[in-house]
């Protein structure tokens, strides 16, 4: 009997559980091999007693359909950066990885698919430099990562941003108002491009190119001279105006070491106020409604597609690679490729220039 462990780390997407059951239902048709999943990510096999759930063809039946992951997942800590309080009450952090990988070979483990975002994979080519079988697979809203065209759980992050848009819409032109949206993406643009591009944005701003406030507002008065009294501006978490920094703030949770972003609609809209902007106006913040739900179709094929491949890749002893989508194949590429440049917007790019071209409006 073979033994893969799968673990989903970082945030959670739609199309982790797609992603599961592949691999369930693609390793079900070789001999003598079993999947089990580490619970919270590693944090299952670092914990005792250690908690771990057998995946089998039983308990992923129907799961592409749903959201988050059956097998939990978890942003903090993890095995290079386990959190321990010190004897004054404060939180280190330890290293545990090397008793982690000594569990999994106890464990009779001959290979591991992580499933997560950068920060993930990370992790996993710390863990392949340390001798451990692993293979990665990307995951996130964000589409972040610059080795697959795309991630699975963008399109369904896309989809909710350009439905919010939608409702917008008629809620801004029955009482003439500028509505802003805020959504997720952290340093990349690419949901609200999208989302803006898909929902009829007349602004879209996005960390890649910063915004000068006074061409916001231009562009705003110009809609209203026009007599349309409403607009919908889409800005990213992470934008900033030029000049300015992104707004963000360290969380206080016990191993959580990204920056929290955020707040950046409601800074929009005072500082479009304090220039002398007049119009009515209001924010909405997405926020995790983005992570939720139900998979799109498009999002549960690449997750089933990486899921197939990251089982095949266990089979050929693919390991220290991560999944990827370049179109139209799918293929793997070594860690260090995944994560050594993230995928950002290019103000240049084809998007950016149909953005334009549909009169959307970046503030520049
Ligand atoms: O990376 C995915 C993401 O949803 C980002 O877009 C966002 O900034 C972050 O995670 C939010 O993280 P958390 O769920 O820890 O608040």
Redesign the pocket.
């Known amino acids: 009997m073979k033994r893969v462990l799968i673990a989903t780390g ?4 739609p199309g982790l559980n797609a992603v599961i059951r592949a691999v369930v239902k693609r390793a079900a048709q070789e001999e003598d091999w079993e999947i089990i999943g580490s619970i919270q990510s590693f944090d299952g096999i670092l914990r005792e007693p250690t908690e771990i759930m057998v995946l089998d063809e039983h308990s992923v039946r129907g799961i592409h359909v749903d959201g988050g992951t059956i097998i939990g997942t978890t ?1 903090k800590g993890g095995p290079f950066a386990w959190p321990v309080k010190n004897a004054d009450g404060t939180w280190g952090a330890v290293d545990r990885s090397d008793e982690m990988i000594r569990k999994l070979q106890y464990m009779g483990v001959d290979a591991v698919i992580s499933i997560g ?1 950068d920060g993930s994979q990370k992790i996993s080519q710390k863990l392949f430099e340390k001798g451990l079988n692993i293979i990665g697979v990307p995951k ?3 589409n ?1 990562l610059s080795a697959t065209d795309f991630t699975f759980g963008f399109q369904t ?1 896309v989809q909710i941003a350009t439905e919010a848009i939608d409702k917008l819409v008629t809620t801004a032109a029955s009482h003439n108002r500028v509505l802003v949206l805020e959504v ?3 340093n990349a643009g690419w ?1 609200a491009l999208h989302a803006a591009i898909a929902g009829g944005a007349e602004v879209c701003l996005i960390p890649e190119i910063p915004y000068d406030i006074e061409k916001v507002a231009k562009k705003l008065k110009s809609r209203y001279n026009k007599g349309k009294g409403n607009a919908i501006v889409v800005v990213a ?2 934008a900033a105006p030029k000049g300015g920094t992104l707004l963000s703030e360290k ?1 206080d949770e016990v191993g ?1 070491e ?1 920056l ?3 707040g950046i609609a409601h800074q929009l809209v005072h500082d479009l106020k304090s220039i002398g902007f007049e119009a009515d106006m209001r924010e909405t913040v997405l926020g ?1 409604l ?2 939720g739900g139900s998979p799109m179709a498009y999002d549960r094929i690449l997750a089933t597609q990486f899921g197939v491949k990251a089982f095949e890749m266990v089979l050929e002893g693919k390991y220290g690679e991560m999944v990827a989508y370049r179109h139209p194949h799918i293929i793997s590429v070594p860690f260090h490729e995944a994560i050594d440049n993230p995928n950002f917007v290019d103000p240049e790019g084809d998007m950016v220039k149909t953005a334009k071209g549909v009169g959307i409006d970046f503030g520049e």
Do not use: F
């Not at 970082?10 to 997407?13: F, I, L, S, Y």
């Open positions: 970082g945030g959670d997407c942003n975002g996130t809203i964000d972040d992050a997720m993406g952290r949901i978490e992470g969380s959580y990204n929290r972003l955020g995790h983005q992570r």
